[in-house]
């Protein structure tokens, strides 16, 4: 195992990209197997010193920063071992993007596709990650057949789906001499990642997916894979007004059959892109991108339908993009793409965390949702934009705080979002988790009961308390 002290090197490892400052550890140990791993482990219990997980550092919750202890890279886990036609075996340091490619040269593809490519496979199980397309597919949750995970104990587990569930009294056994019992708390039926996923008869697999690097080490993954879509139509439709893109998402969503995507790009979002895109009409207010599985339908009765759905909505099609080759459909995921990042460029340019929700509602509350965003967002005159996954209710709306008062300004308004889309049923986080920003969030949407039943359950599985401390719940509940 390499062990590195050196604080100039170990520096870049108190960071990802939340903007979260003040990180700090003795070391980071980079373990090569598994046995290395289960071995510190059972010396960081006895010793209780604290453990942080660390992917690749593209979280936007501070989740893998350390405030204390040791940093645990799983960055030499970068093996596919085994491809087949329907799954494929991936070490947790597998990055989405090799992950993709080496799948697709057999012509199969990964579905959930999390847009930050150098992501970890093994951070996105651990966040529950959607990417653009998870309109159509849902998280990374429904795409995981098997994790293996060390626990803090030393044991290490192989988990494959539907092997073990948790009994009709809720008792879910986690290994031959370790049951929990499940909490009481209850989460939305909608696209989430806030808290430690429950419910009544759940798969063992599911406690570990969404864990932010608090129950476990997953040290392998075995995804689902699907043959590649054959054919794919996508196009960015810019619009006059935004409640005119609005009201296209519902009819594209009722009448477009095979939508993959569905993304949503306020006028400040294409105001920013527009330095790196000049070509976005002038006139437009909102933009949506579109990806459709198109395979077996006509290419050209295709266009003509989304021309129509166009004109209802006062988009002008000569001045929307269209794509079918491979080569364009990537530019424009790049398009969707480049806006966290410059977003991210900003935040870390002005040096204060944003304040950027995750909010997702159900479908009857999107309306409202964003009409007070809107509302919010334009009162408060800090620097703001808003985009994200529509076709899911769920939006990143962002202020870009410049200094002090707004930041504290911005936080204060975030509660306000919060408490409204508990109100229509929502959750404060339906894909980056909570890590170590969003505590007070999650205890608005689960109570103070949710969030010591957590910390009991956690306790239970790491009983000297010494992964992940401080993400998803303060440490004082331990
Ligand atoms: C430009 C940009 C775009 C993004 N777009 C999306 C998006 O579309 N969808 C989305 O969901 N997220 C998105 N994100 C956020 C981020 O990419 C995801 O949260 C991703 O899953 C984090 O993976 P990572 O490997 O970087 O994890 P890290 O940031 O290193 O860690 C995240 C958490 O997981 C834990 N962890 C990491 N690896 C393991 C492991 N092997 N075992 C146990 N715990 C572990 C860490 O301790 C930490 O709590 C985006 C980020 C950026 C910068």
């Not at 990964?110 to 951070?123: H, K, L, M, R, W």
């Not at 569930?165 to 989460?187: H, M, Q, R, V, W």
């Not at 207010?285 to 021309?307: C, H, P, R, V, Y």
């Amino acid at each position: 195992m390499l062990i590195k002290k050196d604080k100039s090197i170990i520096q870049s490892y108190f960071e990802d990209q939340s903007g979260l400052t003040g990180g700090s550890a003795e070391s980071v140990y980079i373990p090569e197997n598994e046995k290395e791993i289960s071995d510190l482990l059972k010396e960081a219990s006895s010793k209780k010193t604290p453990i942080t997980v660390s992917g690749a550092g593209t979280g936007v919750t501070g989740g893998r920063i350390p405030f204390g202890g040791i940093v645990l890279s799983l960055e030499r886990f970068n093996n596919i071992t085994d491809i087949t036609a329907t799954s494929a075996v991936a070490q947790a340091g597998v990055t989405v993007k090799d992950l993709k490619t080496k799948v697709k040269e057999k012509g199969l593809m990964y579905c959930p596709d999390p847009t930050e490519q150098n992501s970890f496979i093994g951070g996105n199980v651990s966040t529950n990650a959607s990417g653009s397309r998870g309109f159509k597919y849902g998280p990374t949750r429904n795409h995981i057949k098997r994790l293996k995970v060390v626990l803090s104990t030393g044991d290490i587990l192989n988990i494959e789906r539907g092997q073990h569930f948790a009994d009709s009294s809720g008792n879910l056994e986690i290994t031959s001499n370790l049951k929990i019992k499940l909490p009481k708390y209850i989460l939305p039926n909608i696209k989430n990642a806030a808290g430690y996923y429950n419910r009544p008869g759940m798969d063992l697999i599911d406690l570990f997916i969404g864990q932010d690097g608090t129950l476990g080490i997953i040290t392998e993954v075995e995804v689902i894979l699907k043959p590649m879509v054959e054919k794919i139509f996508s196009g960015i439709a810019f619009f006059p007004k935004e409640e005119l893109s609005w009201n296209f998402v519902t009819e594209a969503k009722k009448d477009v059959p095979g939508l993959l995507s569905l993304e949503y790009f306020d006028k400040n979002a294409l105001e920013l892109l527009k330095g790196d895109y000049p070509q976005i009409p002038d006139f437009a207010k909102a933009a949506i991108f579109f990806e459709q599985d198109i395979s077996g339908l006509n290419e050209d009765t295709t266009l003509d339908d989304w021309a129509k759905l166009l004109e209802n909505y006062n988009a002008p099609q000569d001045k929307a993009w269209f794509a079918t080759s491979n080569k364009d459909q990537e530019g424009f995921r790049e398009f969707r793409y480049h806006l966290p990042e410059k977003v991210n460029e900003i935040v870390r340019r002005n040096k204060l965390p944003k304040a950027g929700t995750d909010i997702a509602v159900p479908e009857n509350g999107i309306r409202e949702m964003l009409v007070f965003y809107k509302e919010k967002l334009e009162a408060s005159k800090i620097p703001h934009l808003i985009f994200g996954h529509i076709g899911e209710n769920h939006m990143h709306s962002n202020f870009l705080p410049q200094t002090q008062a707004e930041q504290n300004m911005s936080r204060k308004i975030y509660i306000e979002l919060v408490e409204k889309a508990l109100s229509l049923g929502g959750t404060v986080s339906a894909e980056h988790g909570i890590g170590k920003l969003k505590h007070i969030f999650l205890e608005k949407m689960l109570g103070k009961s949710g969030m010591q039943e957590m910390a009991a359950l956690k306790k239970s599985i790491d009983p000297a308390c010494i992964l992940g401390i401080g993400n998803i719940f303060p440490k004082e509940l331990l």
